[in-house]
């Protein structure tokens, strides 16, 4: 599955994006999805994943609580809703497909968005 990632930009601490994933493909809702993130300097991280009937998600605990991960199967998309930023948050995001909902290395990858979380 090809994926196409939007929706990053600049924001003030204590605000909210939400990013969106576009997927290709007639087999999106067989997926689980994820969304990472890699911050200058470090290594790539995960943020969180739903399954593919969007019926379960998990978080990393540095976002749960903040982080809303969704997806629309009708539209091939998923979607990260970002509240409460913090300037920690900033980092590339991407977006993500596997078969396997906890798979520790998924299959496909987008492009990532750049999220900036000024102070």
């Known amino acids: 599955v090809q994926l196409q990632a939007c929706g990053g930009g600049l924001v003030q601490a204590g605000g909210s994006l939400r990013l969106s994933c576009a997927a290709s493909?007639?087999?999106?809702?067989?997926?689980?999805m994820g969304w990472f993130r890699q911050a200058p300097g470090k290594e790539r991280e995960f943020v969180a994943a739903i399954n593919w009937s969007g019926g379960t998600s998990r978080y990393a605990t540095s976002v749960k609580g903040r982080f809303t991960i969704a997806r629309d199967n009708a539209k091939n998309t998923v979607l990260l809703q970002m509240n409460s930023l913090k300037p920690e948050d900033t980092a590339v995001y991407y977006c993500?497909?596997?078969?396997?909902?906890?798979?520790?290395?998924?299959?496909?990858w987008g492009q990532g968005t750049l999220v900036t979380v000024s102070s």
């Open positions: 993500a497909a596997d078969r396997n909902y906890y798979s520790d290395s998924y299959s496909d």
């Open positions: 493909g007639h087999t999106f809702s067989t997926y689980a």
